[in-house]
């Protein structure tokens, strides 16, 4: 009888300890609605999960989460919340705002930058130039990209840029006979993939003309599973088993092919070899300068760089082509430019680029930040009839 009396004391502590443990948080929650309700937002679908339940919806249908906070942002504002359990998330779509917090580091970057350290467990982006938190270690990364990205050495890359620019054309062209379909941003992904691996990495990929090879699918498909990672429940899923397994795989694949590359370019400068003058040669050589960088954080960035700037720059161009082909009077007044400052040169320089003002300006008012949500590319750029 004494054990019994024992055993449901304790079970009614536990069980007080729990409900209170229960309310304290029922109460954190209330306290995080109260600090954070002046901001606009939508409803929320329940005390507890908030927006989550919404957000998860979507998701689960296969639709896109960036329509609905396109839809809310038009209906409450530039800046909303939107809360998960006792989370609070401010959501901005004010350019300002955006560079604002972008360029100042008072601004610390989220714990979601974390989620991209791996990748269903294999690390992927690590603590590259996106995904690093620490804004020392970011500041010394960036300074030492800082060469590769000077004017001179930018001036250097324009006969790979017209190369894959002209291979491009090429393939357009014989596409052109006003009936066939083309996918254009299947097309400016390949070009971009094309630049980035040569101008970065000395790596010629040719894409354009055979995507099938592992490199490009490695990229596509850690693509697709940066999407699917919105679900936190993906990597217990069995029909989601076989994918998860790719992806990972994938990432293994980029960081090996990434780790070979720059071992063998520190051999050559070693051995006082001929090197391509790119921008793994830039990064190596500032890297000698500043006493030396692991070669974890240049896989990291060797990702980065494929992951960030390729998609991106896509996605540009590819929502660029959009809102050229929808104001056809925008269209002519760039194309009039164009043929005044190239006329039938074949390849630009780098001073063409400045004289290029109103394609300029077309292409810095059509930014996909200001327009688009960047999956919404998937729907609205499909394709085009040459």
Aim: hydrophobic share 40%.
């Amino acid at each position: 009888m004494e054990l019994l009396g024992l055993i449901y004391w304790v079970l009614i502590l536990l069980l007080t300890l729990v409900v209170g443990c229960f309310l304290l948080y029922c109460g954190f929650i209330h306290y995080q609605h109260m600090k954070y309700d002046h901001i606009p937002g939508p409803p929320r679908d329940s005390f507890f999960f908030g927006h989550s339940s919404k957000i998860l919806e979507i998701i689960r249908n296969d639709r896109l989460v960036h329509d609905l906070f396109l839809e809310w942002t038009e209906k409450y504002g530039p800046v909303i919340r939107i809360n998960t359990l006792h989370e609070v998330e401010i959501l901005t779509a004010s350019p300002e705002a955006v560079k604002e917090i972008l360029m100042s580091s008072k601004y610390k970057k989220d714990w979601y930058y974390d989620r991209l350290f791996t990748i269903f467990g294999v690390r992927f982006m690590g603590k590259g130039l996106i995904t690093n938190r620490d804004h020392e270690q970011w500041y010394m990364q960036r300074r030492l990209m800082d060469p590769a990205f000077s004017k001179t050495y930018l001036k250097g890359l324009m006969g790979t840029f017209n190369e894959k620019a002209e291979e491009l054309m090429e393939k357009l062209a014989e596409k052109a006979d006003g009936k066939c379909h083309v996918g254009m941003h299947g097309m400016i992904c390949k070009v971009t993939l094309d630049v980035i691996s040569k101008v970065a990495f000395g790596m010629e990929l040719n894409s354009l003309e055979n995507d099938q090879t592992p490199f490009p699918q490695a990229i596509a498909t850690v693509l697709k599973a940066m999407a699917e990672m919105r679900d936190p429940f993906i990597m217990y899923s069995w029909k989601m088993r076989g994918f998860v397994k790719k992806a990972q795989e994938s990432a293994r694949f980029l960081r090996k092919t990434g780790r070979e590359l720059i071992e063998r370019r520190k051999k050559a400068i070693r051995d006082e070899e001929e090197i391509p003058e790119d921008i793994l040669t830039q990064i190596l050589k500032a890297a000698d300068l500043e006493g030396g960088c692991d070669t974890e954080g240049l896989l990291d960035n060797f990702v980065t760089f494929f992951i960030a700037g390729q998609e991106t720059t896509a996605n540009q161009l590819a929502f660029t082509l959009i809102e050229l082909a929808q104001h056809p009077d925008i269209l002519e007044k760039a194309q009039a430019e164009v043929d005044e400052v190239i006329g039938a040169k074949r390849d630009l320089e780098y001073d063409d680029l400045g004289k290029l003002q109103y394609l300029s300006q077309v292409h810095q008012v059509y930014d996909v930040s200001d327009y688009y949500g960047v999956l919404g590319l998937l729907y609205d750029c499909d394709c085009c009839t040459l």
